[in-house]
């Protein structure tokens, strides 16, 4: 019982880390932090890593990364920027059920701060409506489920939200 992967995908900020923790612990799976899988890998922050090796190396970075995750009965958070990698996405898709947490601009807008500072791949005068639009028809490409996060205030809620979807499995 609840042996496959679960995957997160969305924009920054939209709450795969905090929901992952919550939904791992209700689900009685792991917790992968594929941005933390990275950092631990590299001895660095993602900024750093960026700013060190360009957008494209980070790109094949975490491609690389996530198209080897070998992990089972988890909840794995990926970084937003994770489905420009096509082997990774595969992977992913092959190994666990991918939600999509969506996210409105709007609050999105409100939620996130320094854009650099979260390690966050943009090209220079890039907006984060520019980022918004680039990365909304991937995530929709391959999620799974798509589940809004704008109407859920409580972390514990979203995640039970979820959870709810996957305790026949």
Excluded: W
Aim: contains cysteine; charged residues 30%; negative net charge.
């Amino acid at each position: 019982m609840f042996e496959k992967n679960i995957t997160l995908i969305g924009m920054p900020g939209c709450g795969k880390s905090t929901v992952g923790v919550v939904l791992a612990k209700m689900l009685c799976k792991t917790f992968i932090d594929a941005d933390l899988v990275i950092q631990h890998n590299e001895k660095k922050r993602l900024h750093k890593i960026i700013d060190e090796i360009g957008n494209e190396g980070f790109l094949r970075l975490e491609n690389r990364t996530l198209a080897s995750l070998c992990v089972h009965n988890s909840v794995i958070a990926t970084g937003g920027s994770a489905v420009f990698g096509k082997e990774a996405m595969e992977h992913l898709k092959k190994c666990s059920t991918v939600v999509y947490i969506k996210v409105s601009y709007e609050s999105l807008e409100k939620r996130l701060g320094s854009l650099k500072q979260r390690g966050v791949i943009f090209e220079e005068g890039q907006t984060l409506r520019d980022i918004y639009e680039q990365r909304i028809p991937l995530y929709e490409k391959y999620a799974d489920i798509t589940v809004d996060s704008d109407n859920e205030s409580d972390v514990s809620q979203m995640a039970a939200r979820i959870a709810e979807l996957f305790e026949n499995d």
